[in-house]
T-cell receptor
Framework: DAGVIQSPRHEVTEMGQEVTLRCKPI?????LFWYRQTMMRGLELLIY????????DSGMPEDRFSAKMPNASFSTLKIQPSEPRDSAVYFC?????????????FGQGTRLTVV | LAKTTQPISMDSYEGQEVNITCSHN???????ITWYQQFPSQGPRFIIQ???TKVTNEVASLFIPADRKSSTLSLPRVSLSDTAVYYC??????????????FGTGTRLQVFP
């Protein structure tokens, strides 16, 4: 398996624009997590899904952020409208049955810069 | 949800053994202890996990005392490539209730030649 795949790797956008980050989890995994990492706040859990259903979105900073998982192999994190303070590295991770659910596999991340 | 406390940073030299201790005084009966490693510009990577006593793999050892209120990650004979941030997590398998995969501030390990 190629691991968790995120796209794009880098995104530069202007304030006010819509940004969509994409994630393909490891096949067979039933948990998917979205994180945001900044120097100031570290790794923050934004939302996680189990079997494509959002379980906890309490970490989503505000209504400008939304996440979907239309099927087991794809998830998106959307920011609309984007703001400079959204600049961060966004990670997607997945975890599967047969393993402890605290063993998650992370993607390479998407570095988002909002100017 | 069990909270973890780790040193913010540690320094070591190549070839030395490094021990990073994590405190988790409120650990619950169902909680496991997991350590992750993160290199710059990469996502965290699972290192080791345990419930009690000692666990060893090809990368590290994890020591957990009987009361499970702390744990120690031991890296034998570190090299420059072990320079990274190490995170201690405590969580229930299955994410029951409010348990989630929550990362603390981590310990920044710097290995010098």
């Amino acid at each position: 398996d190629a691991g968790v795949i995120q796209s794009p790797r880098h995104e530069v956008t202007e304030m006010g624009q819509e940004v969509t980050l994409r994630c393909k989890p490891i096949s067979g995994h039933d948990y998917l997590f979205w994180y945001r990492q900044t120097m100031m706040r570290g790794l923050e859990l934004l939302i996680y899904f189990n079997n494509n259903v959002p379980i906890d979105d309490s970490g989503m900073p505000e209504d400008r952020f939304s996440a979907k998982m239309p099927n087991a192999s794809f998830s998106t994190l959307k920011i609309q409208p984007s703001e400079p303070r959204d600049s961060a590295v966004y990670f997607c991770a997945s975890s599967g049955p047969g393993q402890s659910n605290t063993e998650a596999f992370f993607g390479q991340g998407t570095r988002l810069t909002v100017v | 949800l069990a909270k973890t406390t780790q040193p913010i940073s540690m320094d070591s030299y190549e070839g030395q053994e490094v021990n990073i201790t994590c405190s988790h005084n409120n650990i619950a009966t169902n909680d496991y202890i997991t350590w992750y490693q993160q290199f710059p510009s990469q996502g965290p990577r699972f290192i080791i996990q345990g419930y009690k006593t000692k666990v060893t793999n090809e990368v590290a050892s994890l020591f957990i005392p009987a009361d499970r209120k702390s744990s120690t990650l031991s890296l034998p004979r570190v090299s420059l490539s072990d320079t990274a941030v190490y995170y201690c997590l405590v969580g229930d398998i299955g994410f029951r209730g409010t348990d989630k995969l929550i990362f603390g501030t981590g310990t920044r390990l710097q290995v010098f030649p």
